[in-house]
């Protein structure tokens, strides 16, 4: 019986924590609508926090609900158009030198998929959620600090990305089907932490995928059915870079082909840095 109370008490302490942190944020929505604009420019800056990005079918260039405490978090929102590109600009800080942490700042943005978006972020302690599957994405800018999360395609980019690039510092990222990204070339730079990065999905023309790591290591997923060229540094006793495959050749020094590569239209060339780390490829 006394544990039973016990139990009772703990689940009503812990359903009335819970109802103090959610009564203690505002919630904004701001609905920012596309207005006479053709594409859209997307420029973020957050430190601590949680960032959600989504794309969907709306009129409006985006949504943007924002869970904050106004005793700690500043934020701004601003939209304006220009020779027919929306400039949408967000950004989160402290207050009056006010500590953030991630559960004081929370940003669910969802991004219309009627826009050719160029998005460009600047992410320092969040955990991060970018699912960017089906958004016309034309250039992806993307800094992330000391965070965790994903940045998924589950769908195909509609048009062609030209550059995505992603400098990650002290992060536990995972990327998920990278490949409906559907990029010319792919710039990741990795400092410290463990990056698992999954370049599955569809593949139109050739893609460059360039990965460097520093103090850190990678796990870099590669589709079987595409064809593939790997280029790398080597392995020393500092690094080592191992690739998980037997039908490769060794056409160069430290560079490897897969079978039909030479003549294959869509295909990856994928050329790896590793400083003191390692790179693990697989390939499924």
């Known amino acids: 019986m006394v544990r039973k109370y016990l139990v009772s008490i703990m ?5 009335s924590a ?9 919630h904004d929505t701001k609905k920012v609508a ?3 604009a053709k594409k859209v420019s997307v420029k973020g800056d957050f430190g601590a926090g949680e960032i959600v990005i989504s794309g969907e079918d709306i009129a409006e260039a985006a949504i943007v609900d924002i869970f904050y405490d106004e005793e700690k978090v500043d934020y701004d929102v601003e939209y304006d158009v220009s020779r027919s590109t929306g400039r949408l600009v967000l950004a989160s800080h402290s207050r009056r030198r006010s500590n953030i942490d991630t559960e004081d700042n929370r940003w669910e943005i969802v991004l219309s998929t009627r826009y050719p978006v160029a998005l460009d972020l600047e992410v320092g302690a969040c955990d991060a959620d970018f699912e960017l599957g089906g958004i016309p994405l034309e250039e992806v800018t993307l800094e992330i600090g000391a965070s ?8 195909v980019n509609p048009v062609r990305l030209v550059d995505l690039d992603i400098e990650a510092g002290a992060s536990s990222l995972k990327m998920n089907s990278v490949g409906n990204a559907n990029f010319e070339e792919f710039n990741f730079s990795g400092g410290v932490g463990s990056f698992d990065l999954d370049l ?6 050739e893609s460059v995928v360039n990965i460097e790591v ?10 079987e059915e595409i064809p593939v060229r790997i280029e790398t540094d080597g392995s020393n006793w500092l690094s080592s870079v191992e690739i ?8 160069d ?11 294959a239209r869509d295909r990856i060339v994928l050329k790896v840095d590793v400083g003191m780390g390692s790179i693990d490829i697989y390939f499924e």
């Open 11 to 15: 689940t009503l302490l812990l359903v």
């Open 18 to 26: 819970g109802l103090v942190w959610a009564g203690r944020l505002q």
């Open 34 to 36: 596309a207005e006479d």
């Open 148 to 155: 965790s999360g994903s940045i998924s395609f589950s769908k």
């Open 200 to 205: 599955s999905g569809e593949y139109h023309g």
């Open 214 to 223: 520093g103090l850190g290591s990678a796990d870099i997923v590669i589709p």
């Open 244 to 251: 998980h495959h037997d039908d490769l050749e060794e056409v």
């Open 253 to 263: 020094d430290d560079a490897y082909e897969s079978p039909g590569f030479e003549k």
